[in-house]
């Protein structure tokens, strides 16, 4: 099992749309989870960060942690096709000490008009 | 605007040349990053340092690739001899990490260089 996955798409939704993003974790006790975005040909953006269960909302993005299933999501309402990147998820496992993050594949989102 | 810096941004060189991509972190960070990103792996982490000290070098190929920090404002990544295989886009990131407090663990990523070994 990978310490952390993602479906890697392509995940297509009509403008407007809510697009739901998922990834899995495999460490129960990690701490800190974020979501990066990549656009095609550029470098990760970290867009969201959270680190307690529930919801947390930025904007049109809400990112959702699960702790007790090992998951967290992301949603982006209202969606655009600005919103058409890849989305990295990224955990820091507890057993890891130096702030090191673990990355999943990514998921490839597209938004079409 | 704080951002990290890398140089050069697009590389192309043949096998067996040595290569050195550079990174600038942002101003105040205590924590450097290398990875490499392709199609195939995704993005791995090759190397990272705190307070210009080498915590894990355990993603590189130790043969081939050395990683420094010679002062703060500059992280080094030198690849001799470089091979085909290399090919591929390399990011720095930097981030102010505090272990005692998990939300101190947010990276940033520069731009990237971009390899080709032909």
């Known amino acids: 099992q990978k310490e952390v996955e993602q479906n890697s798409g392509p995940l297509s939704v009509p403008e407007g749309a809510i697009a739901s993003l998922n990834c899995t974790y495999s460490d129960r006790v990690s701490q800190s989870f974020f979501w990066y975005r990549q656009y095609s040909g550029k470098s990760p953006e970290l867009i969201m960060s959270?680190?307690?269960?529930g919801d947390k909302e930025d904007g049109r993005f809400t990112a959702q942690l699960n702790k007790a299933s090992q998951y967290v999501s992301l949603l982006i309402r209202d969606s655009q096709p600005s919103d058409s990147a890849t989305y990295l998820c990224?955990?820091?496992?507890?057993?890891?000490?130096?702030?090191?993050?673990?990355f999943g594949q990514g998921t490839e989102l597209s938004v079409k008009p | 605007d704080a951002r990290v810096t890398q140089t050069p941004r697009h590389k192309v060189t043949e096998m067996g040349q040595e290569v050195t991509m550079r990174c600038q972190p942002i101003l105040g960070h205590n924590t450097v990053f290398w990875y490499r990103q392709t199609m195939m792996q995704g993005l791995e982490l090759l190397a990272y340092f705190r307070n210009r000290a080498p915590l894990d070098d355990s993603g590189m190929p130790k043969d081939r690739f050395s990683a420094e920090m010679p002062d703060a404002t500059l992280a080094t990544l030198k690849i001799q001899p470089s091979e085909p295989r290399d090919s591929a886009v390399y990011f720095c990131?930097?981030?102010?990490?505090?272990?005692?407090?998990?939300?101190?663990?947010?990276?940033?990523f520069g731009p990237g260089t971009r390899l080709t070994v032909t």
């Open positions: 959270i680190y307690s269960n």
């Open positions: 990224a955990v820091n496992l507890f057993y890891n000490q130096g702030g090191k993050l673990i």
């Open positions: 990131a930097s981030g102010l990490v505090d272990l005692r407090d998990r939300g101190s663990y947010e990276q940033y």
